[in-house]
């Protein structure tokens, strides 16, 4: 059975940091591409980061650059996200997701976009607040 389960989530002042985890089981996380997208309350589910199968390149949406850190552990079979300087704004629901076409490749900046991929975690609530 294929399962996603993210977890870290918490409440943390400004400035302040968190480690997501994405574990999967029932297939092998580095074979896949794995994005992160967070849902703030009324607001559309927004990619935050990625990394691809294989060589594990990442990418950034331009407001956590330089703050979140995306990684992969392929003996754990867990994507992370280092999340650094928090700010009110990082507050959300992070879901991690797969790509489970095979051996696909997200061009240019599809990797954001929510229907590139087909399996999803439950989620993690990140609440960022003094």
């Known amino acids: 059975q294929l399962q996603l389960v993210e977890s870290g989530g918490g409440l943390v002042q400004p400035g302040g940091s968190l480690r997501l985890s994405c574990a999967a089981s029932?297939?092998?996380?580095?074979?896949?591409?794995i994005g992160w997208f967070r849902q703030a309350p009324g607001k559309e589910r927004e990619g935050v980061s990625y990394?691809?199968?294989?060589?594990?390149?990442?990418k950034y949406t331009d407001s956590v650059k330089g703050r979140f850190t995306i990684s992969r552990d392929n003996a754990k079979n867990t994507v992370y996200l280092q999340m650094n300087s928090l700010k009110p704004e990082d507050t959300g629901i992070y879901y991690c997701?797969?790509?489970?076409?095979?051996?696909?490749?997200?061009?240019?900046?599809?990797?954001?976009?929510?229907?590139?991929?087909?399996?999803w975690g439950q989620g993690t609530q990140v609440t960022v607040s003094s």
């Open positions: 029932g297939f092998t996380l580095d074979y896949y591409n």
């Open positions: 997701a797969a790509d489970l076409r095979p051996n696909h490749f997200l061009r240019g900046s599809s990797w954001n976009r929510p229907g590139q991929y087909d399996f």
């Open positions: 990394i691809s199968r294989n060589n594990g390149s990442t």
